[in-house]
């Protein structure tokens, strides 16, 4: 444990100093797998679709608020899809406008999991999401992570109903949208996890900011334990099909990796929790203060105290 | 001559003016009021344009029924639906757009409580003789 807490410092002591460009790199780097995963997935736009296109977007995105990644990857699916078909471009746009003017401009805070979320779809481990924004963000953020299903399974369905969006034969524009519509509103496995992550987020945000010992790690605990109900309860009420041990898995997943986020951000020790009371003019206060575990690394100096030797002929 | 709480103190107001300070600041400008209700009606128009969008998107999705039963329609009672369920929709977010933003208000207000009483203590230090 100690050995962990000597790396931590010194990753806290490296981040410090060298904040200026490991911020713009991790920026480069989120920037530079959303935009490869997006031409992975649609990439009908060949131009759009080199990677020094995407490196080149990245770069810029580096030095620019890290929702600006957001704005770009929009842009480019909705190009994509234009190259795919206009209708399906189309309602791309207004499916993203719609995000924004109704989730989006409440949880600005939060959006990166617009980004996370989709990312974590394709890797296989979307339910690493709600626990760990229960621990770092706030209950809003459930309107980023709504956002991200949705994103994720609007890519999903383009690209598994490919064919016929672009060939739709003779049928009208009308019955086009219509078709594209009502397959992406008759989804309902985008419920399924929007419900479930809405309520694991609440209830590791709540649990997390109780005033009892090992808060975090009960919030994680809790948030699996809630991650696995509500998925399995609403993929029943909705009649989607879940996958019992997929969902084990990732909450599994999700339990490790939460540790190590909490390890990196909470780390106190609840051994030394320390309860004092004192009062001024207008309050009482009854306070409960935990330190944090730390171990500071041994700054070695190696300070010569004997005697310097004298050479013979010096004496002499 | 340099002061050395005055710089400690100057150190910290700017590093909070370079973080939370620039979104709370800001806020904390406004009256209550002023605030909460320039974003209701943000909200209010925002979700406005959205139920135009799907309200637009049902109606070219169905134009052909629409077309066929337009004349069998009773357009008042359709109106009067379609109107409730904007009203509806639109009420139930500017409730909890009133709830958020009282509530990022008052969080603006007690964070930039400490900023002012630094910028009082700070002018107060210019103030003294030795300064």
């Given at each position: 444990m100690a050995e962990l807490l000597l790396i931590k410092d010194r990753l806290k002591i490296i981040y410090g100093r060298y904040e200026i460009f490991i911020t713009p790199v991790l920026k480069f780097i989120l920037a530079l797998i959303t935009y490869l995963v997006i031409n992975k997935k649609l990439g009908y736009m060949e131009n759009l679709a080199n990677p020094v296109f995407a490196i080149m977007m990245a770069l810029v995105n580096a030095?620019?608020?890290?929702?600006i990644i957001i704005l770009f990857a929009a842009v480019m699916i909705c190009l994509h899809l234009?190259?795919?078909?206009?209708?399906?471009?189309?309602?791309?746009?207004l499916f993203f406008v719609i995000l924004f003017l109704i989730f989006l401009r409440?949880?600005?805070?939060?959006?990166?999991?617009?980004?996370f979320a989709p990312l974590l779809f394709v890797c296989h481990i979307p339910?690493?999401?709600?626990?760990?924004?229960?621990?770092?963000?706030n209950p809003l953020s459930a309107l980023s992570a709504a956002c991200g299903i949705g994103v994720y399974f609007f890519l999903s369905y383009m690209t598994a109903n490919e064919a016929a969006i672009q060939n739709p034969g003779d049928v009208q524009l009308a019955d086009q949208v219509r078709s594209i519509v009502s397959g992406l509103v008759s989804d309902k496995t985008v419920l399924v996890y929007v419900i479930a992550f809405a309520v694991t987020i609440v209830v590791v945000y709540i649990i997390r900011r109780l005033a009892v010992n090992y808060a975090w790690y009960i919030a994680i605990a809790a948030g699996a334990v809630v991650e696995i109900i509500t998925m399995l309860f609403a993929g029943a009420a909705f009649n989607v099909k879940i996958s019992v041990p997929s969902v084990l898995l990732g909450v599994l997943l999700a339990i490790i990796i939460a540790l190590i986020l909490q390890f990196f951000l909470f780390s106190v020790d609840y051994t030394r929790t320390e309860y004092v009371q004192f009062e001024d003019e207008e309050y009482y206060y009854h306070v409960k203060a935990v330190p944090k575990l730390m171990v500071s690394a041994t700054d070695k100096q190696v300070k010569r105290i004997s005697r310097a030797r004298v050479r013979s002929h010096d004496r002499d | 001559m340099l002061d050395e709480s005055r710089i400690k103190l100057m150190t910290r107001m700017a590093s909070y003016e370079d973080t939370e300070g620039k979104k709370m600041i800001p806020i904390s400008h406004y009256f209550r009021s002023d605030y909460v209700g320039f974003n209701i009606l943000k909200t209010a128009v925002s979700v406005t344009i959205a139920f135009g969008i799907v309200l637009g998107i049902y109606l070219f999705c169905n134009i052909d029924t629409l077309l066929a039963e337009v004349y069998k329609m009773d357009l008042k009672e359709v109106g009067r639906k379609l109107l409730s369920l904007y009203a509806v929709i639109v009420g139930i977010y500017i409730f909890i757009a009133f709830l958020l933003y009282t509530y990022r208000y008052n969080v603006a207000k007690k964070s930039v409580r400490s900023y002012n009483n630094a910028l009082r203590r700070l002018a107060a230090m210019y103030n003294t003789p030795d300064n």
């Open positions: 030095f620019l608020p890290v929702n234009y190259r795919m078909s206009l209708i399906a471009a189309a309602i791309a746009v409440f949880s600005a805070d939060s959006a990166v999991a617009v980004i339910y690493v999401l709600p626990i760990c924004l229960g621990l770092v963000s | -």
